[in-house]
């Protein structure tokens, strides 16, 4: 049984670095791979909420305010102050923890829409905040961030580097960086999810009641997860702030929110590689729209409505149970 | 089991690859500019006749045989007013469709976003954003059309002066237009010994500014008022400002300098000033002024294409595309170096904004005079000077 556990846990993380190693082969030029680069940022950003909304059952409609904290740490602290990126990063998510925590322990005691409109004020709050420090945060203009450095290398997307002696370029190696990221992302995810407390988790997402009856501290689980995908956030948001270049409050906004929810939603809420494949299609969805101009957002939304109606579950969750269908169809027949 | 694995991978990237490919351009012959615009969104005032102006010349210019020989073609995309799309639009101008310029950028934020972007990739860049930010300090590959706020600030005060005005009261939107403004103001004030006796603040979405203007009728000494904000905000405060019975002199900044604030405000304006391009007011323009005839031909050039109100936005594109025409005819060729060489370098180019003279320290190229005073006058603007 736990062998079995085991297996399906690294399946899905094996499935994903593959393509990961894959996907280089059918980037045609570094724009593709900006976009994928952006891509595993985002994605790794939800798997976090995911842990939160999917496992735990707890809405967070102001995410993108932690997303917006860490990477307005990173770019203060490594711009402003000449730190290096690694140690900024680090502070920034134990803060942005701490903070989590602060605000996470009385407003994770409501329910329903009390928790979201909690939440979605702590991210509106946070945006203000950004939007109003001008001495600090450049204000609605935004600033610069420096690029990342790693044990004395800059990583810029316009560089050119040599890993083991194969010349690679910026986009590259961020490429490289970012997959390693996720992947790390996930692995811990999976871990949590298959632990007492991922177990703990969703039994407070079946029934509050019955996990605090079965001696489940669930006030404890459930802000250790809220703090655990702040954190998520919050390193995601440094990097994405690395590899932008530049950042505005908008990484901070109401809308940013909306979109990280969106997207677990549609790839499949509790299903770790389902949100994945949800950031996956909500960042690519713009880009294959813009030449439909006027259209856009006509065609985006529409592709939301029907995706909600039709596949109620979430993309990948719909598509594998049809596809286990069909397959247990087809094993049928052929017996 | 490790073949359906396989299998089902190689699916996935292929179905990922796939969608990657669609967004793949070809390489051409024609000279491409790049443009990326809030032609939708909360700055779709300021994108759409952009957008309209750049369609609109290019096929102009390619009707009488484009630039050195070679059409224009024109790649556009729509950053719907968010910064880091435009930063990704950006990117994709310069990867993806390696245009040779890029022209566009609608407002502060979304220009600053792909600054650092566009200056590691070395292509040259003309923004249609306001802030002095954009220019100030000089950036090697960034260019802009419009005057910087810091410019209208000028304007405005020396106007105030000129009408015997020292002291006098700011109101301001906390946006980045009305922040911006604000700093500039108060910088260009202590330069030119005048005095801000009151400084107060307003939000976006602020529906009622009669507290903020008390407070600075109640100040002692204030001798003027000047409003700098963008959108709703600064017709509210017009709206107010007549309500209280305010009897000073009121200034608004050029960020609503078109006709669709003379509706808004409606009688309330009445008095006002505000600096603006000559756009506003083509026919009034004395015959000598060079700008007149070009002022005159993008109106009607624009208004009989597009069959609707023309505006100083859309200006700013119109002079961005022209500095971009002639730097690629100066440089002879679209070598990205040569043509911001050329950029650099151009002087006394008569657009619809104002008189271009670039220089390696200035890549705006205009001065504050390229501002003109306009007062409303029974529901019109009137020229001042």
């Not at chain 2, 407002?107 to 802030?131: D, H, K, N, R, Y």
């Not at chain 2, 990205?336 to 904004?353: F, H, M, Q, S």
């Amino acid at each position: 049984m736990l062998n079995r556990f085991m297996q399906s846990r690294l399946r899905g993380l094996m499935v994903l670095a593959l393509i990961l190693i894959i996907l280089p082969v059918f980037l045609g030029n570094p724009f593709h791979y900006e976009l994928v680069i952006q891509m595993a940022i985002i994605a790794a950003t939800v798997v976090g909420l995911n842990l939160l909304v999917g496992f735990a059952g707890q809405i967070s409609l102001g995410h993108a305010g932690f997303f917006g904290l860490g990477a307005y740490f990173t770019g203060i602290a490594t711009g402003t102050y000449g730190w290096s990126s690694i140690p900024a990063l680090v502070v920034g998510a134990i803060a942005v923890g701490i903070i989590a925590w602060v605000v996470g322990r009385p407003i994770l005691r409501l329910k329903g829409h009390y928790l979201s409109m909690a939440t979605l004020a702590v991210g509106f709050i946070i945006a203000i905040i950004l939007n109003n420090e001008r001495a600090i945060t450049g204000g609605p203009d935004g600033m610069p961030v420096p690029a990342f450095d790693l044990f004395g290398w800059e990583l810029s997307t316009f560089g050119r580097y040599s890993l083991f002696g194969v010349d690679i370029s910026g986009v590259q190696a961020w490429y490289i960086l970012a997959s390693v990221v996720l992947l790390l992302a996930v692995w811990f995810a999976q871990n949590l999810i298959e632990s007492p407390i991922g177990r703990a988790l969703r039994s407070v997402k079946g029934s509050e009641v019955a996990a605090s009856v079965v001696g489940v501290d669930t006030a404890k689980y459930k802000s250790l997860v809220f703090v655990i995908s702040a954190i998520y956030a919050s390193v995601m948001g440094g990097l994405y702030a690395h590899f932008q270049g530049f950042i505005t409050p908008a990484v901070a906004s109401f809308e940013f929110s909306i979109l990280f929810i969106t997207m677990v939603v549609l790839g499949g809420m509790g299903s770790t590689f389902g949100v994945i494949l949800g950031a996956v299609v909500l960042k690519l969805l713009p880009q294959v729209l813009a030449d439909f101009q006027e259209l856009e957002t006509v065609m985006f939304g529409l592709i939301l409505m029907l995706t909600m109606i039709f596949m109620p579950k979430g993309l990948l969750p719909t598509i594998t149970a049809t596809v286990s269908k069909r397959m247990r169809k087809k094993a049928g027949g052929e017996a | 089991m490790l073949r359906t694995m396989m299998r089902r991978a190689g699916k996935c990237a292929a179905v990922a690859a796939a969608g990657l490919m669609m967004m793949s351009a070809q390489a051409a012959e024609p000279i491409k500019i790049g443009s990326f615009l809030s032609v939708t969104g909360p700055a779709s005032f300021l994108g759409d006749p952009e957008l309209k102006t750049l369609e609109m010349y290019v096929e102009k210019i390619n009707e009488e045989g484009g630039v050195l020989g070679r059409p224009l073609e024109l790649v556009h995309y729509d950053d719907v007013g968010n910064a880091s799309s435009a930063r990704n639009f950006a990117s994709r101008l310069i990867r993806s469709d390696q245009v040779d310029i890029i022209v566009g950028g609608s407002t502060t934020g979304a220009t600053m976003a792909a600054v650092p972007l566009i200056e590691q990739a070395q292509v040259p860049f003309i923004s249609l954003a306001g802030a002095v930010v954009i220019t100030n300090p000089v950036k090697k590959w960034v260019f802009k059309t419009p005057q910087t706020d810091r410019m209208a600030a000028e304007r405005i005060l020396t106007d105030m002066k000129d009408r015997g005005i020292t002291k006098f009261g700011l109101i301001s939107g906390t946006g980045g237009f009305g922040s911006s403004g604000r700093t500039q103001t108060l910088e260009v004030a202590e330069e030119m010994g005048m005095e801000v006796v009151a400084d107060v603040t307003y939000s976006g979405s602020d529906t009622d500014m009669t507290a903020q203007l008390t407070n600075i009728r109640n100040t002692k000494g204030v001798e003027a008022v000047l409003n700098f904000g963008f959108g709703q905000g600064p017709a509210i405060v017009t709206r107010n400002y007549a309500q209280l019975g305010m009897e000073l002199p009121f200034y608004q900044s050029h960020g609503v300098a078109s006709d669709s604030f003379l509706e808004l405000a409606g009688s309330s304006a009445e008095g006002l000033r505000l600096p603006a391009s000559p756009l506003l007011v083509p026919d009034s323009l004395p015959e000598d002024d060079p700008q007149k005839e070009v002022v005159q031909n993008y109106k009607a050039e624009y208004e009989a294409r597009w069959d609707s109100k023309v505006s100083t936005f859309g200006a700013y594109a119109y002079d961005g595309l022209m500095l971009a025409v002639r730097a690629i005819e100066e440089a002879g060729s679209t070598d990205p170096a040569a043509v911001r060489d050329a950029l650099e370098n151009i002087k006394g180019y008569v657009g619809v904004t104002g008189e271009f003279n670039m220089a390696p320290d200035d890549h705006n190229g205009l001065d504050a005079d390229s501002f003109r005073i306009l007062e409303v006058q029974n529901g019109e603007w009137k020229l001042i000077n």
